[in-house]
């Protein structure tokens, strides 16, 4: 078995093509349920991209890009791993579990999407307030997404779950069960978003998202720099603490699917922060010579869409 150091999550699949993440998304899925249960998952995903790209009914085109349709897939396949993983490790959940764990992560972020009539500013301005905007989407069209009513409630807990301010202890799991996919969930939102290859780079994207929502301490770019010092440190508590370690599964999934014994999203996310230690402490140059990953970074308003 080769170990994960000699490998890198980008090399597994192309991560910048969505054909290639869906495709990955189905093929997981369908290691442990058959490809029926997996329609809905399909249809959800379609309408996803409708949604985000601005030719769903009643709603603009997504226009944050970090919070983009990339990050919404990204997340959603760290949930079908760490998924596998579990089930590979525990007594599999039901499909109808899985479909929601699955459903959940494509929704979590809509709450950054403005309707027809919103045309001020951009979505970011909903950073604070985007997991409750996330759940009244749910509510309202849950229908297209293959959601029964008396289930509205449990894919509501499990979205709010994303809310890295959030006190899992306060929120009124039906099951523990249900608990367990909140904390799926949540630590598949942390491990997609800081593992991604241009993690660094798309935090410049963070940043303005930041600044149009009025979020304080970010006076430069720099500022979202030092600052993800200590998020990472929140994360790591957040991910064994508030998520119950769940992001262990991972492990199991790509020991037996890829013969890599690792955490391929924890070593990447450690390189990430090794490397912005690094860029924080050389002062020699502007910190944007430092960071390669992405044309945007040097004046190229190319979008990673």
């Known amino acids: ?25 189905k093929k997981v899925f369908c290691y442990h349920y058959p490809s029926k249960y997996y329609n809905p998952v399909k249809k959800n995903i379609a309408h996803t991209q409708k949604l985000f790209s601005g030719k769903y009914p009643g709603y ?15 997340t959603t396949l760290a949930a079908v791993r760490l998924l596998d993983g579990y089930n ?22 809509t709450g ?3 309707e027809k009539w919103d045309t001020e500013g951009s979505g970011a301005k909903y950073t604070v307030t985007h997991v409750g905007r996330s759940v009244a989407f749910l509510e309202k069209n849950h229908e297209d997404f293959s959601i029964q009513e008396q289930d509205i409630k449990k894919l509501a807990r499990i979205i709010e779950c994303t809310d890295i301010t959030a006190d899992l202890d306060e929120i009124e799991f039906s099951s523990e069960e249900e608990r367990l996919v909140g904390c799926l969930l949540g630590s598949a939102d942390l491990l997609g978003q800081m593992s991604d290859r241009a993690y660094l780079e798309k935090l410049m994207f963070l940043y303005r998202e930041f600044r149009e929502a009025g979020i304080s301490g970010m006076n430069t770019e720099f500022d979202i720099l030092k600052q ?6 929140l994360t790591v508590k957040r991910l064994a603490g508030s998520y119950r370690n769940v992001s262990q599964y991972s492990r199991y999934h790509f020991s037996s699917r890829f013969g890599i014994d690792g955490d391929l999203y ?3 996310i450690a390189r990430h922060i ?3 230690h690094k860029i924080i402490e050389d002062e020699t140059t502007n910190f944007r010579h ?11 308003p190319a979008s990673t869409h």
């Open 228 to 233: 993800t010092i200590s998020f990472y440190e």
């Open 274 to 276: 090794q490397y912005l």
């Open 88 to 109: 590979l490790n525990q007594t599999p959940l039901s499909p109808e579990t899985a479909r929601h764990l699955l459903t959940a992560a494509l929704l979590h972020d």
């Open 112 to 114: 950054y999407l403005q």
């Open 1 to 25: 078995m080769a170990h994960a150091k000699n490998f890198q999550l980008a090399a597994l699949i192309d991560m910048k093509s969505p054909k290639a993440v869906i495709a990955e998304i």
């Open 290 to 300: 430092k960071l390669k990953r992405g044309s945007w970074i040097h004046g190229d």
């Open 60 to 74: 603009r085109e997504c226009n944050t890009e970090y919070h983009n349709l990339s990050h919404t897939l990204d």
């Open 266 to 268: 924890s070593e990447a």
